[in-house]
C-alpha cells in the first residue's frame, strides 16, 4: 500500500528468505501446529490509512458502549445457547477489514465482520518477532497500536485473561484443541500466559464448580478463557454436545469474554451501524423491497461461522429459498482493491484489527491485528489452495 516500501521488500525477497522465515515459524512448537499458509510479505499501512480503519472502529465502538446496545443485541443470542452470568462488556473485539476500492477508484477500509471474540492474540507476538528477524521491517512501522509494543501488550493481554488468579486456576478452553487450525495460538498463549488448552470434555463438574486434572492434580478453575464457538459444538458428536451443555448452567466461574458476546457483537450488529466505511446491511425481514440489483450484494446467514452459508451472487431465488429470513443479512457487497504487488498478479487483503477492554474502563481500545492475503474469489484457504502470495500475514503500520 506504500509503493516505496513494497517495492523495496520485493526487491529484496527471496526464496531462501521466506523457507528460512517458515521454517522458523513451523519449529518452535510439535510438528503440524502451524496449520495454515503464511503468506510471504506482511502488508504495511500509512498513517492516513489507519487513521481511516481506527476511525471507523471508534465509530463502531461508540454504538457498543452505548448503554442501549445491551438491550438491542438480546435477540442477537439463540434462546438454546444463551448462558447466565453475562457481563456488561466484552474483554475482546476483532474487526475484519477488507481493503477496497471506491467509486472513484481510492482506497478504503470496508468493514467485513466482526466478532466479540478472541483470535490470534498470543501467535501474533511469536509472528511479529520471527517476520522482524527475517525480513526488513522499516523501525518506524509497528504491527501494534494505541503506542503498545510487545511488552505492554502481553502485560495487558495477561491481565485481560489471567486476572488476580493464579495460572494453573485459569484455563483456555476449547474442542479438541490440537486439533484446531489454530492450535498454534493455544501453544502461544500457554507459553505466555502459563495457561493451558483443555478440551471441554476434560471438564469435571462438582456442583457450580468446575475442575481439570492439571499434571496428574484435579485442580479448580475460576477462570475460562473461551475459545469454544457454540456453531461448533453443534457439529460434534451427541456425546460432545451433551457435555457442553455444562457451560448452560449457573457456573462458579469468570469467562473471558463471556460467551454471549460471541453473538452481540457479530453480523447481528452491522444493520445498527452507519458509516462511510461499514457497506449497508439489513435484516432480510425487514427489508420492505428487494434491490434490483442483487448482484450487488453479499446474503449471509447471523448464525454460522468461517463463512458457510454465504451467498455471493445473490438472485431472487436465493432469497426466496430462505425460509426464517430474520436469521439473514443482506449486505452491500464491496470491491477488494488488488492491492499488494506479487511476482505474478496482486493479491487482495482483509485487516483484523484487535480491541482489547479491561475491567472497568469506559471503552476498549485497539492493541494489535493480523491479516489476509488472497488472490481468490473470497479470503479463505479453499480459494487460494493453488497460489502464492497468500494466507495469514500481519499489517506494520506507519507511527
Known amino acids: 500500500m506504500i509503493q516505496s516500501i513494497r517495492q523495496q521488500f520485493n526487491n529484496a525477497f527471496t526464496k531462501e528468505k521466506y523457507d528460512a522465515y517458515l521454517h522458523e515459524l513451523h519449529n518452535k512448537y510439535p510438528e503440524g501446529a502451524l496449520a495454515f499458509r503464511v503468506a510471504e510479505t506482511p502488508i504495511f499501512v500509512s498513517k492516513e490509512f489507519t487513521k481511516k480503519i481506527i476511525d471507523a472502529c471508534e465509530s463502531i465502538v461508540d454504538v457498543i458502549v452505548d448503554p442501549e446496545f445491551i438491550k438491542q443485541s438480546e435477540k442477537a443470542i439463540p434462546a438454546n445457547v444463551k448462558m447466565p452470568n453475562d457481563k456488561n462488556y466484552s474483554d475482546f473485539i476483532a474487526f475484519d477489514f477488507g481493503i477496497c476500492e471506491n467509486e472513484q477508484g481510492e482506497l478504503e477500509p470496508q468493514l467485513i465482520e466482526m466478532q466479540g471474540f478472541p483470535t490470534l492474540f498470543a501467535y501474533q507476538i511469536f509472528h511479529d518477532s520471527v517476520t522482524r528477524k527475517h525480513f526488513d521491517i522499516p523501525e518506524n512501522f509497528s504491527a501494534y497500536l494505541s503506542n503498545l509494543n510487545e511488552e505492554t501488550y502481553l502485560a495487558l493481554l495477561k491481565d485481560i485473561i489471567v486476572g488476580k488468579h493464579e495460572t494453573e486456576n485459569v484455563i483456555l478452553l476449547e474442542i479438541f484443541p490440537h486439533e484446531q487450525k489454530t492450535r498454534i495460538d493455544f501453544y502461544c498463549t500457554q507459553d505466555l500466559l502459563g495457561i493451558k488448552p483443555v478440551c471441554i470434555t476434560e471438564l469435571i463438574k462438582e456442583g457450580k464448580d468446575l475442575f481439570y486434572i492439571n499434571d496428574g492434580i484435579k485442580t479448580h478453575i475460576k477462570r475460562i478463557y473461551n475459545r469454544i464457538i457454540f456453531d461448533d459444538l453443534q457439529q460434534q458428536t451427541q456425546e460432545v454436545q451433551e457435555k457442553g451443555k455444562i457451560l448452560l448452567e449457573e457456573l462458579n466461574v469468570e469467562w473471558v469474554p463471556h460467551p454471549n458476546w460471541f453473538y452481540r457483537i457479530s453480523k447481528y450488529t452491522l444493520p445498527f451501524i452507519h458509516h462511510p466505511f461499514v457497506p449497508q446491511t439489513w435484516f432480510l425481514n425487514e427489508i420492505k423491497e428487494i434491490p434490483k440489483d442483487l448482484e450487488n450484494y ?56 484487535f480491541y482489547f477492554w479491561k475491567e472497568g474502563e469506559a471503552r476498549p481500545i485497539a492493541t494489535n491485528n493480523l491479516s489476509r492475503l488472497s488472490k481468490g474469489k473470497m479470503i479463505g484457504v479453499r480459494y487460494n489452495f493453488d497460489k502464492e502470495w497468500v494466507g495469514g500475514s500481519l499489517a506494520y503500520f506507519e507511527r
Not at 468461517?306 to 464491496?334: C, F, Y
Open 298 to 353: 453479499v446474503l449471509k446467514p447471523l448464525f454460522s461461522f468461517s463463512g458457510q452459508g454465504v451467498v455471493i451472487d445473490v438472485t431472487q431465488d436465493d432469497i426466496d429459498k430462505v425460509k426464517d429470513p430474520e436469521n439473514w443479512i443482506l449486505q452491500r457487497k464491496v470491491k477488494y482493491a488488488n492491492v499488494v504487488e506479487t511476482p505474478d498478479i496482486p493479491a487482495k487483503v482483509e485487516i483484523r484489527i
